[in-house]
């Protein structure tokens, strides 16, 4: 090719040597120089085609396939385009969202080739982060789909990583579909202390402000998108109050003071805001502080036992982990069995409402059932607990995030059966729950029914029974 451009080139410099240099002849000698279109070109357009006619019709001929569902048809057409145009128009993504779709159609039909679809997936997903750009976008798609789709191919170490580099390149305002799932890892990371307490503060702070920007700003369907980030994140952010220091106070006296306001009469409320305002590292001298301790000396307090440590006290004060310690080491000097239920009881709240750890607040909740089995309150907890991991379990809503209601009514029909004087408590709680269970249409087009058993893994792992949300 070069060979045969370079001789008539040579001629016409020879040429023009020996001619005038008019305006004619200068564009003449233009006109007859061809554009080059480099095959070798990774980021090639329609226009960059060696036949830019047929990489357009074949992109449109795909598409038509698609629309009539023939994946075998539409893919040798997009492999055509792939090939000598992926970034279509320069404008779009679409050629290589479309492979990535081709392949985990095939993936899906076939699995026994998962392993050579998905290095396929990941190279498209390489080139359109090559050749697209768009800020974090691509890498925000790549690891949404390590975390959701193939979650066992990279750590979660690793995709946090991906999460965090395309919060980066899109300036630290993060795309609403990297929320949810980066903030999964960044509270499970950070609570194995993988992810610094700084590092976790701050993107804390921009998961945050995302939401409250998002929630201001959005418009028609992203209004739902932004919703559903509001519901999960926040919720699942709450198991980071479990490190000390790791929010301010103003953090706990907006959340919990209106709490004991709407119930200033309420003794598990009064106790829970001045604690939680004492873990905050409020000011002794906030009027905040100085109202709901009135309330608790007032209202709560009891007296300490004339020897040994108070555990009121310390649970008052904020003092979570000492609380359980204190409770503990009184535990082999109570010879009551209805007092150590009391006690073990109370060790269950603390990992529950303050410390965030739900599997030992069950242990501690069961071991209170086995002490007095015909107490309701330890039963109630579990089924809040079980209540509570939608967020834990899955994305906040659907199906996994869902099931977790129905453990948790198993424990408040067990609470009434048991202990008829919480009968009011789990009937609220009961009907309050019953809205977010899956309706009739997800049960069925999941092809079970209700009444079947089922079992709801995570950190629950328990047998229920389907049950549908109510018309």
């Not at 451009?5 to 007859?32: D, H, Q, R, V």
């Not at 070798?40 to 830019?52: G, I, Q, S, W, Y």
């Not at 006290?313 to 204190?326: F, I, P, Q, S, W």
């Not at 809205?435 to 229920?464: H, N």
Request: contains cysteine; neutral net charge.
């Amino acid at each position: 090719m070069m060979t045969r451009l370079f001789i008539p080139l040579l001629t016409l410099a020879l040429l023009a040597g020996c001619t005038p240099k008019t305006p004619k002849a200068t564009t003449e000698t233009t006109n007859t120089v061809p554009i080059q279109k480099d095959p070798n070109k990774p980021c090639k357009t329609f226009d960059d085609a060696v036949n830019p006619d047929k990489a357009l019709d074949e992109f449109v001929l795909y598409k038509d396939f698609l629309k009539a569902n023939d994946w075998d048809g539409a893919f040798t057409k997009w492999q055509y385009v792939y090939q000598n145009a992926p970034n279509a128009d320069g404008k779009r993504s679409t050629v290589y969202t479309d492979g990535i779709k081709f392949y985990e159609q095939f993936m899906a039909k076939d699995s026994t080739k998962k392993e050579e679809y998905l290095k396929e997936i990941l190279k498209i997903y390489d080139a359109m982060e090559k050749c697209m750009g768009d800020g974090g976008h691509v890498t925000g798609l790549k690891a949404f789909d390590y975390f959701f789709k193939y979650p066992t191919r990279i750590s979660k170490e690793e995709q946090y990583k991906l999460f965090k580099e395309s919060i980066t390149k899109d300036s630290d305002k993060p795309r609403y579909f990297v929320l949810n799932p980066f903030t999964s890892l960044l509270v499970d990371l950070t609570l194995e202390e993988k992810v610094s307490v700084a590092e976790a503060q701050k993107y804390d702070r921009i998961i945050r402000e995302a939401i409250t920007k998002g929630l201001a700003d959005c418009e028609g369907k992203d209004c739902e998108n932004w919703k559903i980030i509001s519901e999960y994140a926040p919720a699942r952010l709450e198991a980071l109050e479990s490190i000390e220091g790791f929010y301010p106070c103003d953090y706990y006296s907006n959340k919990y003071y209106p709490l004991f306001k709407a119930s200033p009469d309420d003794c598990e409320v009064i106790t829970t805001t001045i604690s939680r305002l004492k873990w905050g590292k409020c000011d002794a001298n906030d009027p905040r502080v100085k109202e709901v301790d009135a309330a608790y000396m007032a209202k709560c307090y009891e007296a300490p036992p004339s020897t040994g440590p108070n555990c009121n006290e310390l649970l008052r004060n904020g003092k979570y982990r000492d609380a359980v310690k204190c409770l503990e080491d009184a535990l082999p000097n109570i010879s009551s069995n209805s007092d150590k239920a009391r006690y073990k009881y109370l060790i269950a709240q603390i990992y529950f409402s303050y410390l965030k750890n739900y599997p030992r607040a069950r242990q501690y909740a069961r071991e209170a059932s086995s002490l007095r089995p015909s107490w309701g309150d330890p039963y109630i907890l579990v089924g809040l607990l079980y209540a509570s991991s939608g967020p834990i379990c899955g994305p906040g809503r659907g199906w996994d995030s869902q099931v977790v209601v129905w453990p948790a009514i198993d424990e408040w029909q067990k609470a009434k059966n048991v202990d008829p004087s919480v009968a009011g408590k789990a009937n609220k709680l009961i009907g309050q729950y019953s809205q977010y269970m899956p309706d009739k249409a997800e049960i069925f087009q999941r092809l079970k029914k209700v009444g079947d058993s089922f079992y709801v893994g995570c950190w629950i792992q328990e047998s229920t029974i389907i049950r549908a949300k109510p018309e």
